[in-house]
């Protein structure tokens, strides 16, 4: 029987992109958004310390790289996953099946209104998942709610955009000279949770301590080439250009080609990129 995803109201738009195309790309190009982010993974599971027998919930698993891992790291125990998109769920099941996984378990699902059982999970992590939710607050008490007492919190989440110049260049690329307004800072996104002093607070409300904010930086990859970036990066911010007319939009595909040229190396096309391990436990 189909089930019906049941999302906050304050979510739908969210639960839109990740449940739709967004999504679906993501699906398509899980191997390149996991070697993007694959600077990260040794700081990542060192804080998130996993035991051999441990419950972990991954927050946005997406197509589920860190939720197998966790798995890997918890033989007698499981590692659920949860996140919006259908697309990379699916992706995630065949991946999990494939290496035999058989404690790593997948579920579409809104984190910030899903009926966790009470106490359910050792370990609650999120790999550049949790900045998207409309209302952080709610959302982080339901996972307060899932975590047992002692239970802890690890997640990874950007530095402002100031820090992060793979997003400022290839904005810029895709800007073609105009001057788009930045989001506000409270809205859902990338760089939600990008200040530590708004973190601290929200993450104490919702039942845990301990908060701390190490900084990390590491390059982020976009492709072996320029070519092969500039096809993945026209495919994720394609949406940047439905407003401009033919001449912006040759502006604007020259400019990313540039940028990405630019930051080619023997290793790939490599962007300086800063993030936060942010690490708390459950009182």
Known sequence: MTRTLQVA????????????????????????????????RTPFFEAAAIGPADHVLDIGCGTGEITREAARR??????????????????AR?????????????EQAD????????????????????MFFADRAAAFRNIARAV??????????????SRNDWFLALTAGMAAGRDLPAPPPQAPGPFALSDPDRVRPLLAGAGFADVACEPLTAPMHFGAGADDAYHFVTG???WMLTDLDDTGRERALAD??????????PDGVLYPSATWLITASRT
Do not use: K
Request: proline share 5%.
């Open 236 to 238: 994720l911010l394609g």
């Open 111 to 130: 984190a910030q209104i899903h009926p966790f059982a009470e106490r359910e999970f050792d370990l609650a992590v999120s790999r550049t998942g949790t």
């Open 148 to 161: 047992r007492p002692g239970g802890r919190l690890v997640q990874l989440v950007w530095q402002p955009p």
């Open 256 to 265: 990313l080609r540039a940028t990405l040229r630019a930051h080619e190396t």
């Open 74 to 91: 918890a033989p007698a125990g499981r590692a659920l996953g949860v996140d919006l998109s259908a697309a990379m769920l699916r992706s």
């Open 9 to 40: 109201p304050s979510n739908t738009e969210q639960a839109r992109a990740w449940d739709g195309d967004e999504g679906a790309y993501w699906a398509e190009h899980a191997d390149q958004f996991d070697l993007a982010l694959r600077g990260y």
């Open 94 to 106: 065949r991946r999990a099946a494939a290496e035999g996984l058989a404690n790593a378990e997948f």
